[in-house]
Antibody
Framework: QVQLVESGGGVVQAGRSLRLSCAAS????????MHWVRQAPGKGLEWLAVIWYDGSYKYYADSVKGRFTISRDSSKNTLYLQMNSLRAEDTAVYYCAREPDFWSGQRGYLDYWGQGTLVTVSS | QTVVTQEPSFSVSPGGTVTLTCGLT?????????PSWYQQTPGQAPRTLIY???TRSSGVPDRFSGSILGNKAALTITGAQADDESDYYCALYMGSGINVFGVGTKVTVL
């Protein structure tokens, strides 16, 4: 079955960096685009970034552009989010999520989600 | 900047029907945005309910349905049950993998 397991969260000081990982299993990782979505305490979902199935394209929300970098290692079936220059407002649960198989022709939604990892940025 | 609108909250009686909407502050929502809907209970990860406007994800009960109503996407819960009490988020697809979420609607069943 499809599993997405995030790790790497924790408490970090403002201005520092953190790298999140998302270990994928139960599907062919290399044919799915992957996303990061976050949720600040008591707030709604915020889409952050996508990386295409082959890593050829990456897109970011304006709120993290230039500070966060999404990447993937298909040999390890793992998605990453490198977060630099962290701010208090980056405090959130970070979810990785999968989109449908690129070759299925389905677009525009996230079909599986991980359980999330909490990042707390102290000021 | 694209802002996706949703009602802050709704209350529905058990067995009742409620329709949540998903709009844009500028422009209309159409099927070209591939509207999707996600359900989230406190402390849990989101669950995908509806995609491509009106297609239910695997295992989603048929009391959940999606549509376009006027210039908005809509999620209708028909015959609401107690465990439908959740936050509901819509998302619109902007192309190239980019999604924008709405602010969410809190649904109370009482």
């Amino acid at each position: 079955q499809v599993q997405l397991v995030e790790s790497g969260g924790g408490v970090v000081q403002a201005g520092r960096s953190l790298r999140l990982s998302c270990a994928a299993s139960g599907f062919t990782f290399s044919t799915h685009g992957m996303h990061w979505v976050r949720q600040a305490p008591g707030k709604g979902l915020e889409w952050l970034a996508v990386i295409w199935y082959d890593g050829s394209y990456k897109y970011y929300a304006d709120s993290v552009k230039g500070r966060f970098t999404i990447s993937r290692d298909s040999s390890k079936n793992t998605l990453y989010l490198q977060m630099n220059s962290l701010r208090a407002e980056d405090t959130a649960v970070y979810y990785c999520a999968r989109e449908p198989d690129f070759w299925s022709g389905q677009r525009g939604y996230l079909d599986y989600w991980g359980q999330g990892t909490l990042v707390t940025v102290s000021s | 900047q694209t802002v996706v609108t949703q009602e802050p909250s709704f209350s529905v009686s058990p067995g009742g029907t409620v329709t949540l909407t998903c709009g844009l502050t500028s422009g209309s929502v159409s099927s070209s945005y591939y509207p999707s809907w996600y359900q989230q209970t406190p402390g849990q990860a989101p669950r995908t309910l509806i995609y491509n406007t009106n297609t239910r994800s695997s295992g989603v009960p048929d009391r959940f349905s999606g549509s376009i109503l006027g210039n908005k996407a809509a999620l209708t819960i028909t015959g609401a049950q107690a465990d439908d009490e959740s936050d509901y988020y819509c998302a619109l697809y902007m192309g190239s993998g980019i999604n924008v979420f709405g602010v969410g609607t809190k649904v109370t069943v009482l």
